[in-house]
């Protein structure tokens, strides 16, 4: 079937593929540039519909902003304050079902607002959150309640009462990986290590030129997606596309230190320049702390936190904390640039989130269209993927991502109560390699569902540290793209945090690095 019967409102790709004898031949339907959150979305809802599709990342999956961010699926509390209640209503509307399809990855998250003195007042907290509650479907999380806070999550003795509501947390690597598994076995063929270097209209499709891959040859493609994300412009460039007048990068950093308090609920503070932090459990012995919003240093690739703004998350804790973190505390820092679309805001962080799309048709309308992706963020990234898809005319199978599992999240049959079917998951992978620590059954039924079923036996092989096994590292390179120790370590798990040198080194040689 060719593309003239898949898609509509692109007639004129259609009659020119129709036409073989007078064009090169496309070998996709659509390529996508950006192995992204927006870009492996778009891939997977693509092939999903039926089209030949193409994924080209220069890198490693989720290897730029979509694995540095602050790993919530939300609404966004903070996006009220500055009116963003379309936005704010999506991505509450996204929540629970981006839970359904991926209870292994994305799981549900309480958390505090402590009421203090130079923060917001109360009653102001109390209307947005029961907006929040009410305006985005919300069904199986828990609403709202006010709690005591006296003695508390490690918090100072004059913090003594703030608010509890729901959002949910999210391995965004992982999350990105899933996408393009699921687009892989939909039919898309996804390659990683591909730099894009050159993008040329030719006859009505795309002249693909890359370093890395194909042999040399160029792909060719009847529609290109640009979802580079920060480099969006850059790809634009190769196209010889005008760049949008408005678009303004935004650096944000975080930083992990030992765990600050025992409670499995986050934070969600009030910092004293009027902006918000949250200090989130993460991995069990840490705490991840952020964000900040910085036009500073947000060209330097790839991005690095400074030291300035290390110490300003420190601080910006410390005021709420007993036991307040210093520098010294970090044991891994990290940052992420996001491609905003400039709505006029004076301060970065009240910049919109939202999406926007630049359309390039060429000089007529046989041209093959360019659909450049800005913004967005990692809870929005299902409707944004329609949303792209509508623009370029695709509308058949429309929806079809709202019900569709991830890869390993089918475990979860009925309803979003996973807590057993978990437990069931956990004794299963335990049947299938009865040695195996408890830690280490929780941790691989949380970050592969029933993906972990694949590979998990009674021998899983040598030991790289930690129960990071031989079996699990082969599953990450056969099924997930993993090429480096630090794909390994840093995307697909965070056992970087707990590897020393002499383990990421054996980890190093074992995937052939420097051979």
Same mark, same amino acid.
């Given at each position: ?41 778009? +891939? $997977? &809802? %693509? =092939?999903? /519909? !039926?089209?030949? @599709? ?125 996408? +393009? $598994? &699921? %687009? =892989?076995? /939909? !039919?898309?063929? @996804? ?131 007993? /036991? ?192």
């Amino acid at each position: 079937m060719g593309i003239a019967a898949r898609l509509s409102n692109i007639a004129s790709v259609a009659i020119a593929l129709q036409d073989a004898a007078m064009e090169p031949p496309f070998t996709w339907d659509l390529a996508v540039i950006g192995g992204g959150v927006n870009g492996a979305a778009i +891939a $997977r &809802d %693509a =092939a999903g /519909r !039926g089209l030949s @599709v193409l994924l080209l990342e220069r890198g490693d999956l989720a290897q730029g902003t979509s694995s540095a961010s602050t790993k919530l699926i939300h609404g966004g509390l903070r996006y009220l304050e500055h009116r963003e209640f379309a936005l704010v209503r999506e991505s509450l509307h996204e929540r629970e079902i981006l839970w359904r399809q991926a209870p292994h990855i994305v799981w549900p998250m309480r958390f505090v607002v402590p009421l203090v003195g130079e923060g917001r007042p109360a009653w102001m907290l109390r209307a947005g959150l029961w907006l929040y509650d009410h305006m985005g479907g919300r069904e199986a999380l828990p609403p709202t309640a006010r709690v005591d806070l006296s003695g508390e999550m490690g918090l100072r003795e004059r913090i003594r009462a703030g608010y509890e509501y729901s959002d949910c947390w999210v391995d965004d690597a992982r999350l990105v990986v899933l996408l +393009a $598994r &699921d %687009a =892989a076995d /939909r !039919g898309a063929e @996804v390659v990683t290590r591909c730099e894009v270097t050159r993008l040329a209209r030719e006859g009505s499709g795309w002249r693909i030129e890359t370093r890395g891959a194909n042999g040399g040859e160029p792909f060719r493609a009847a529609m290109v997606v640009n979802a580079a994300g920060p480099q969006v412009g850059g790809v634009m460039d190769l196209a010889h596309e005008a760049r949008p007048p408005l678009l303004r990068r935004v650096r944000g950093s975080h930083i992990v230190v030992p765990r600050l308090h025992d409670d499995p609920r986050a934070l969600f503070l009030q910092l004293a320049d009027g902006r918000i932090c949250f200090a989130i459990p993460y991995e069990h012995a840490f705490t991840l702390i952020g964000t900040t919003d910085s036009e500073e240093g947000a060209d330097i690739d790839p991005p690095r936190p400074s030291a300035a703004e290390i110490a300003y998350l420190c601080e910006a804790v410390g005021r709420y904390f007993r /036991r307040p973190p210093t520098p010294a505390d970090v044991v891994w820092a990290f940052a992420g640039v996001r491609l905003l679309a400039d709505d006029g805001s004076g301060k970065p962080e009240a910049a919109t989130r939202g999406y926007h799309f630049d359309l390039d048709r060429g000089r007529d309308a046989h041209s093959a269209p360019l659909l450049s992706v800005l913004g967005g963020k990692i809870t929005t990234h299902r409707t944004l993927a329609e949303a792209a898809l509508e623009r370029l005319g695709i509308e058949a199978d429309t929806g079809w991502t709202a019900t569709a599992p991830l890869p390993g999240g089918d475990f979860v049959p009925d309803g979003l109560d996973e807590a057993d079917n978990l437990i069931s998951l956990e004794q299963e992978i335990a049947v299938q390699s009865p040695g195996m620590a408890r830690p280490v059954v929780h941790r691989l039924a949380r970050a592969y569902g029933t993906e972990a079923l694949r590979f998990v036996r009674a021998d899983m092989g040598r030991d790289f540290g930690h129960g990071f096994s031989e079996a699990e590292l082969e599953h990450l390179m056969r099924r997930e793209w993993a090429v480096t120790a630090e794909d390994v370590l840093w995307r697909r798990s965070k056992a970087g945090l707990r590897f020393d040198a002499a383990q990421v080194a054996a980890l190093s040689a074992a995937m052939g690095e420097g051979a």
